[in-house]
């Protein structure tokens, strides 16, 4: 079975600076895709970014990139110039051969004036 | 409407009594999933519909839970008889369709409390 591993639970970050959360999955697949989700207080999951597999460049939406290392199972997302509104849990999730995702435990961002 | 809606947003209820969940997807998308979190378990698969048919029912926890989807749209996830243990988030998602690529759009789920 696909297992999502976050190792930090908590992380904070002064505004304007930039962040790395940590996630590694383990999988015996070789097709497949990896997203991050942001949770705000409110509850809904937002898709912030997603990465396929087969891709090597690595995925970059305005502030948020990926770094995706194939080899080592490693799928980190990187916060650019974090703003207060980036502050929520924020999840790695894994999707194979199942339609189901995967999720890791969540990483929750704070992000300080 | 836009997005994924669910309601109620909150809910509680006693022990032992019956509820019912609601979750009405993006229009047009055919894949529909629910899923669970808690505190302690974090996020979990309960079951995924194609269409009407539920293919994956792999993550209900037991058989007290039950969904069901009707004209390729709404759905609706029952538990019964609740326990504490039910307590938890219950977020539902839909996708345009099925297969890796397909991004699942998310509600801001119903949060049950079980008194």
């Known amino acids: 079975a696909q297992t999502v591993t976050q190792s930090q639970p908590e992380m904070s970050v002064q505004e304007a600076e930039t962040v790395t959360l940590s996630c590694t999955y383990d999988?015996?697949?070789?097709?497949?895709?990896l997203f991050w989700y942001k949770q705000p207080p409110s509850r809904q999951m937002i898709l912030v970014i997603r990465?396929?597999?087969?891709?090597?460049q690595n995925a970059t939406e305005n502030r948020f990139s990926v770094n995706f290392q194939k080899a080592a199972k490693s799928f980190s997302l990187k916060i650019s110039d974090s703003q207060l509104g980036d502050a929520a849990m924020y999840f790695c999730?894994?999707?194979?051969?199942?339609?189901?995702?995967?999720f890791g435990k969540g990483t929750k961002l704070t992000v300080n004036p | 409407g836009a997005g994924v809606s669910q309601s109620p947003s909150n809910k509680v209820t006693e022990k032992g009594k019956d509820v019912e969940l609601r979750c009405d997807p993006i229009s047009g998308h055919t894949a529909l999933y629910w899923y669970r979190q808690s505190l302690g378990q974090g996020l979990e698969f309960l079951i995924y519909?194609?269409?009407?048919?539920?293919?994956?029912k792999s993550g209900l926890p037991s058989d007290r839970f039950s969904a069901e989807r009707t004209g390729g749209s709404v759905s609706t996830l029952t538990i019964q008889r609740t326990q504490q243990e039910d307590s938890a988030v219950y977020l539902c998602?839909?996708?345009?369709?099925?297969?890796?690529?397909?991004?699942?759009?998310f509600g801001a789920g119903t949060r049950l409390s079980v008194l």
């Open positions: 999730a894994y999707k194979g051969g199942s339609e189901k995702l995967v």
């Open positions: 519909f194609q269409g009407n048919s539920a293919p994956d």
């Open positions: 990465q396929e597999a087969y891709k090597q």
């Open positions: 998602a839909s996708s345009l369709s099925s297969g890796r690529a397909n991004i699942q759009y």
């Open positions: 999988t015996s697949e070789s097709d497949y895709y």
